[in-house]
């Protein structure tokens, strides 16, 4: 079979290493991809949201199966399309990726059908958000309702900032339509950690359970980013606390969109926190996560293409995990969330490396050299036994790799390894 990713990041690199280690698979296609996955896929000159291009090619080579990274060719029915011209697709349709593309309507979605999630009230108005701001208790979190790259949540501490927040949103179109209705919810406070599953219709697989980095630095400091780090899997959440997610959250999504007629097809992410109250959603994503992927990937021991392949038939696969712990660390241009350099020349990495490396911001020089060319350049991932030895082998590569125009938080994972030492 020849299977198409669509995307150009480390999900799309992971997704790439995992798929091309099938016995079914003989061709693994990415559109665009980047100058880094070239190893295992073969680039496409078709950009993610050429989707003319990306159905021509998928007719002419008979593509066999087509997995979509991203959220914005969801969102922008991608799915629907290769769809329609008969072609096997393993992601949802553009009404179902408003699960991911629409706060407000997954919010009513969960409130419909008794999803635990935190409290919001939705608003277009300014003048009314700001009312409500000013009269709700502190912290508040302020979310552009649609997609705004990782950039569209405020947690605000003061009112002023909340305000703030929303007069960038509402006021000043900060991220243009996606920002013409806000979010205003409750703070949540607890473990933070993300469920993904693999979903056809109500049938609902989940895959094993990681953690997330979102801020900039370490201890959690700075700025919010697309991901700095993670790791799989969780010692401090209990398979209690995975099968209680996948029986009050993922289950009840899945049926209650088959019961709006979107049925779910494809990776389902949960963002959720372990609260005192209980599991509650913070967010969906229609798609795998980044960096997620990069860890949870190479510690599944099934085909993940004969996974997908059963899924699609309606039959529930059983998926292997390795007992290994896998903690992934970005390595990203100096200054980023904000404006960095770019076409900084990337270290030279031997084939033998002792970390698995997935690239996401990277272009290829004049001379053939990998450079940066993105905020989040590689993802180095190392492997142990436990949480510990996986921090130290993915930290002594770094070190060997070190670059001044580059950082990298050095505590992820550290929270794991803390909380089961308790
Ligand atoms: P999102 O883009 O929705 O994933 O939000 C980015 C990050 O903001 C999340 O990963 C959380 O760490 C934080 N966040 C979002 N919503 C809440 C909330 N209601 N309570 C606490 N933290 C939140
Ligand atoms: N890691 C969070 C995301 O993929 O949105």
Redesign the pocket.
């Known amino acids: 079979m020849k299977v198409l990713i669509v995307g150009r990041g480390g999900r799309e690199h992971a997704l790439c290493a995992k798929i091309a280690s099938s016995p079914l698979v003989q061709m693994v296609y990415v559109a665009p991809g980047n100058p880094g996955m070239a190893s295992c896929a073969t680039l496409l000159p078709y950009d993610e949201d050429d989707h003319q291009g990306l159905v021509e090619f998928c007719r002419r080579e008979e593509i066999g199966l087509v997995i979509i990274g991203p959220e914005k060719p969801l969102v922008e029915g991608l799915s629907d399309r290769l769809l329609a011209e008969g072609i096997q697709v393993f992601a949802p349709s553009q009404r179902a990726a408003q699960i991911e593309g629409s ?1 407000s309507f997954a919010k009513e979605l969960m409130r419909k059908y008794g999803v635990p999630t ?1 409290e919001y009230r939705t608003f277009v108005d300014f003048e009314s958000a700001k009312k409500h701001v000013e009269e709700s208790s502190l912290p508040l ?1 302020i ?1 552009a309702d649609g997609l705004a790259a ?1 950039k ?2 405020v ?1 605000a501490q003061t009112h002023a900032e909340a305000i703030e927040a929303l007069a960038e949103m509402l006021l000043e179109r900060r991220f243009g339509d996606a920002s013409s209705r806000v979010i205003v ?5 607890g473990e ?1 950690f993300s469920l993904m599953a693999l979903i056809n219709g109500t049938l609902v697989v989940p895959l094993d359970v990681a953690q ?1 980095h ?1 801020r900039a630095f370490d201890g959690d400091q700075g700025p ?1 980013t697309g991901g700095m780090g993670a790791y799989s899997p969780v010692p401090q959440v209990s398979a209690e606390v995975i099968r209680e997610a996948t029986v009050r959250i993922l289950e009840p999504v899945a049926q209650a969109l088959s019961m709006e007629e979107m049925p779910f097809t494809g990776v389902l992410y949960a ?1 959720l ?1 372990l609260t005192k109250e209980g599991i509650k959603v ?2 969906f994503n229609a798609r795998l996560g980044d960096p997620e992927t990069q860890v949870l990937l190479p510690r599944l021991e099934s085909d993940l293409v004969e996974a997908i392949l059963s899924i699609l038939q309606g039959r529930r696969p059983t998926l292997k995990w390795s007992d290994e712990s896998m903690v992934g660390v970005v390595v990203a241009s100096e200054g980023y969330p904000g404006s960095f350099e770019t076409g900084v020349m990337l270290p030279i990495f031997d084939p033998g490396e002792e970390a698995d490396i997935f690239f996401s911001g990277v272009a290829q020089s004049e001379a053939g050299e990998l450079v940066s060319s993105g905020g989040r350049v590689y993802l180095a991932a190392g492997k142990g036994s436990c949480l510990e030895d996986a921090c130290r082998a993915v930290y002594a590569f770094l070190a060997k790799h070190d670059q001044p125009r580059f950082f990298y938080r050095t505590d992820i994972g550290q929270r794991g390894i803390n909380k089961s030492r308790v």
């Open positions: 706060k935190a979190v979310k990782g569209g949540v947690v919810e409750e703070f949540l406070q933070e997330d979102k919010n963002g926190m913070i967010e």
